[in-house]
């Protein structure tokens, strides 16, 4: 996913003049997006600038060929939308960690906040 939630407002927009690989990009339009998983994304209106885009990842497989991209227009699914109104948590007791265990579990969620790959929640859920 492009971001950390299944839809994203716009914050604002920049235009910029890129250059990359002695190729000059002049008044490329920049939509500001929060929560981005990378810092930047380049989007359908960019790539298909270009006759192909490749991507090496170095992978073991062979090359794969995708034609083209198409825009998805779908309405992202409201969550828990499947629950009735009288469907709620239920509190239940943690299961039990050794000290070991419990300390690499701190030590995991911490370093995952910090790096921004989780959040903070308050759902009840």
């Known amino acids: 996913m492009a971001t950390l939630a299944s839809s994203v407002k716009i914050c604002g927009t920049c235009s910029v003049d890129l250059v ?3 190729q000059i990009y002049k008044d490329l339009s920049l939509s ?8 930047l ?3 359908l209106d960019f790539q298909s600038q270009h006759e192909s885009v490749i991507f ?6 062979p090359p794969l060929s995708v034609s083209s991209f198409s825009k ?3 309405e992202p699914p409201e969550p ?5 109104s009288d469907c709620h948590p239920i509190a239940t007791k943690s299961r039990r960690y050794s000290q070991e265990d419990t300390e690499f579990i701190d030590k995991e969620v911490t370093r995952l ?3 921004g790959i989780i ?3 308050q759902s009840p859920w």
């Open 20 to 22: 990359y690989e002695e």
């Open 32 to 39: 500001v997006l929060p929560g981005l998983c990378a810092d």
């Open 41 to 43: 994304i380049l989007g």
């Open 56 to 61: 090496q990842n170095g992978g073991s497989k």
């Open 72 to 74: 998805l227009n779908v």
């Open 80 to 84: 828990f939308a499947n629950l009735t």
């Open 113 to 115: 906040l910090e790096e």
């Open 119 to 121: 959040e903070p929640s």
